[in-house]
């Protein structure tokens, strides 16, 4: 079944999926994506003709499918969990794509979550087909290796939020506004990083877009291991009231890397000239391989102490708010790219964040542009009033009926 113009709610989306739970067979595999929608399917295949990115047959194989077009992103981002929720299920994270090498028990239900190349962040047409048909190639040999050791087994292939996104046409444009906004508010994915010791919460962590590049050519998306799955080891992360430390350890992120280490090291300190403690985020490390180390000073990053700290665009580029300055030839190899960071490492209360200290000022480079112009503007036309003013007429004037105006010089 199709279900055409429904956006499935998460209570719908459980029901839907109530049969692969009480069948004999209870093997399931998650294909997840950051970004899919089923419009991709027809775009990319009829935009560039015999470079068609999905060349598997399941689906029509299959001997019963279901295809939803639009479901709720508050359903797919908790897919995961109301999976694990739903029976005793064996999780395995499959990140370094070799499903041959791993062990699957037939006898007891097991979920295989299988994270796919993320789409690249600068949505170039050409990039994302490349990455599309990469997927579909992983898609491919994972079900053909399991199907070859005559396991059976389901599929389920989604993404964390829509790749597109489609505005109504039929409604007033009064109410244009409002439909952007709430679509704004449904783009928010997932709930931030809690990192606990035993009944403190030390660090609060979110970003809607966490992503390294390695020797400019290897990107690594480290967004869903981090807040969906969880797939992250945090127990090295460390806190007191002067100093805290985000320690994110990730086994085989990408193949050719077997381990990586993300380290935020922030301060909390007293200074006298405003009177009152300041929280910063001093340094980033990176440790690849528990060799390569990489280090980063940072630049504007840094709130009261009571309130946590959010910048829209945080990395390495020169362009951004709040930069990642290299502090050694190794980090030079790096790039970081971090969207829509808000952290918290000191005063958490009730596991949420404090009032958020962004990294942008209220002299934005629009409002200076602003202030400029109309500065020129009005100095024309105080110019252009002034010289109006000062337009005197003559106070002698020639009558045409009368003698001849005569103006003596030594008058």
Known sequence: ??????????????????????????????????????????????????????????????????????????????????????????????????????????????????????????????????????????????????????????????????????????????????????????????????????NYTCTLFYASNFSLKVNRSVLIDLTNATFLTQNVDISASECSDSNATLSLKYTKPVNGISSLEIRFLMTNKFYEVSARKWSTLDSVEIVQDGEKFAKFNVSGISAPAEYSFHCQLVGTNNLYPARLVPSNSEAKNWDVFISELQIQGFNIINNQFSYASDCTGFFTPGIWMGLVTSVILLWILTYGIHMVMQLTTNNRFDDPKGPALSVPQTE
């Not at 109530?18 to 991709?40: G, Y």
């Not at 009829?46 to 194989?61: A, H, M």
């Open 1 to 198: 079944a199709v279900h055409e113009g429904q956006v499935v709610s998460a209570q719908d989306l459980t029901v839907l999926l109530q049969p692969l739970f009480t069948q004999n067979s209870r093997n399931l595999v998650l294909f997840l994506q950051d970004r899919l929608s089923i419009d991709d399917f027809t775009y990319f295949s009829e935009s560039y003709g015999n470079k068609n990115p999905f060349q598997n047959e399941i689906l029509q194989s299959s001997p019963s499918s279901l295809v939803l077009p639009a479901v709720d992103c508050k359903a797919t981002r908790y897919l995961l969990s109301v999976l694990q929720e739903s029976g005793d299920w064996k999780l395995t994270n499959v990140t370094n794509l070799n499903i041959s090498q791993l062990e699957v028990n037939a006898s007891n239900p097991n979920l295989l979550v299988v994270q796919l190349q993320p789409l690249t962040s600068d949505l170039k047409e050409i990039s994302t087909l490349e990455t599309i048909a990469e997927n579909d190639k992983i898609i491919g040999r994972v079900t053909m290796d399991l199907q070859e050791r005559g396991i059976h087994f389901s599929v389920i292939y989604t993404a964390v939020r829509p790749s597109r996104i489609s505005r109504r046409t039929d409604v007033v444009a009064k109410l244009r506004r409002q439909l952007m906004a709430a679509e704004e508010e449904d783009s928010l994915s997932y709930p931030p990083l809690n990192v606990t010791i035993g």
